[in-house]
């Protein structure tokens, strides 16, 4: 069975939330919490890029072009879930 929008969404999610947990600890080698750290940063990246498809969908506007986040607020007033530094 192929994965929806959804699940796909709610997966990556899952897994985000867990190498958050992971490198929350102390138990984490540091090579290894390199790689968690470059993998969630992927993954923080592809959610928020489903979000706003499916925020687009909803608006009824075209899809936006790949690339950086669109921002109609400043930077530091976004407080996006899936920002850089909440993975640090």
């Known amino acids: ?4 929008p959804a699940s796909t969404f709610e997966t990556k999610l899952a897994r985000l939330e867990e190498i958050v947990r992971l490198l929350e600890g102390d138990a984490v080698p540091l090579q290894d ?3 968690f ?3 969630g940063r ?10 706003r ?3 687009d969908a909803i608006e009824g506007t075209p899809p936006a072009e790949p690339g950086p986040p669109r921002a109609t607020v400043p930077e530091s007033a976004n407080g996006s879930l899936f ?3 909440a993975l640090a």
């Open 33 to 35: 919490s390199v790689k």
């Open 83 to 85: 920002d850089d530094d």
């Open 1 to 4: 069975m192929a994965d929806t």
């Open 53 to 55: 498809a499916a925020q």
């Open 37 to 39: 750290f470059n993998e």
């Open 42 to 51: 992927v993954l923080a990246q592809e959610c928020e890029a489903m979000l």
